[in-house]
């Protein structure tokens, strides 16, 4: 039996969430196509007869900004390097571009087995342009393996999870095999209700955004959620709620729908906006959000 962590890290959106929920075979980390939509280290459990990979999603790895959640975000993608056994960098197709600089920094640290993978090749026309990449991978570090692969898609997938069982090292399973993370389930609701707006708002708001579960009450035949949509500025209130509150409504029957399939019962859901003025750029309020190390 092969145990060990392994922290899926890279740049913001490269698809390192998708690679998750596609490596678990069910959705765990909620996905967008804005970037650092991942905000905290999420563990996705999978256990087979032979192995139990416990795998690590974190926040785009980027240009810390001056704000505290910026720097908060980078903290915990650099966090979960410590202690892990195999290490998988997310890059896509394009190649080395971007914040991947600051990866490679990172990485001069690492002295465990760190896996390349070549993310988003289904949308590279000409595979034969992966090549110069690959060796231009080879020359900038001692990769143990580099997989090209589509998270989307499932291509190759099976062949970097494979790759990652074979540099895990021999030990029992730490969790039981039917556990598939350590977060409790209000967690996850928090999260579904925010995936839910980064779909509907711009770009600007999303960032200036956190989701808290005032109340997670379960009974018998159903599970009540009372949340609070924080906002930065008043300003911002009448973005999420929408012209007579149609778009707070779209979110919440979205989120609802999601949270009974997710959580197997039927769901209240109740949705407040409110305004907590610079909570982003406060390290006391950040915690108290539930941004802790």
Avoid at 120 to 130: E, G, H, I
Avoid at 210 to 239: C, G, M, N, Y
Wanted: glycine fraction near 6%; charge should be positive.
């Amino acid at each position: 039996m092969k145990t060990g962590y392994v922290a899926l890290i890279g740049r913001p959106n490269v698809g390192k969430s998708t690679l998750l929920n596609r490596l678990l075979g069910q959705k765990l980390s909620i996905v967008s196509r804005k970037p650092q939509t991942t905000r905290h280290r999420i563990l996705g459990i999978k256990t087979t007869e032979t192995a139990q990979i416990l795998y690590l999603d974190t926040p785009g790895i980027h240009q810390a900004a001056s704000r505290a959640l910026n720097r908060y975000l980078n903290r915990a993608a650099t966090a979960a390097l410590a202690g892990v056994d195999v290490v998988v960098w997310l890059i896509d197709g394009k190649g080395f571009r971007g914040d991947d600089p600051l990866v490679f920094e990172k990485l001069k640290n690492v002295d465990v087995p760190v896996i390349l993978a070549i993310n988003k090749v289904d949308k590279v026309r000409d595979k034969k342009t992966l090549l110069p990449l690959i060796d231009e991978a080879r020359r900038r570090y001692p990769f143990v393996e580099i997989v090209p692969m589509s998270a989307l898609r499932g291509d190759n997938v099976d062949a970097l999870e494979q790759a990652i069982v074979n540099h895990l090292p021999e030990g029992p399973p730490v969790y039981p095999p039917d556990q598939i993370t350590d977060k409790p389930e209000r967690f996850f609701a928090a999260e579904i209700i925010r995936e839910k707006l980064l779909h509907y708002l711009g770009d600007e708001v999303p960032h200036r955004l956190t989701v808290e579960i005032e109340q997670f009450r379960e009974d018998p035949d159903l599970i009540a959620i009372h949340a609070v949509i924080w906002v930065e500025r008043e300003s911002q209130k009448p973005i999420v709620i929408g012209r007579k509150g149609e778009r707070l409504k779209r979110v919440g029957q979205q989120a609802r729908q999601e949270l009974e399939a997710f959580l197997g019962r039927h769901v209240y859901l109740d949705l407040w906006v409110k305004v907590k003025k610079g909570w982003s750029d406060d390290e006391r309020l950040l915690k108290q959000l539930g941004y802790a190390d």
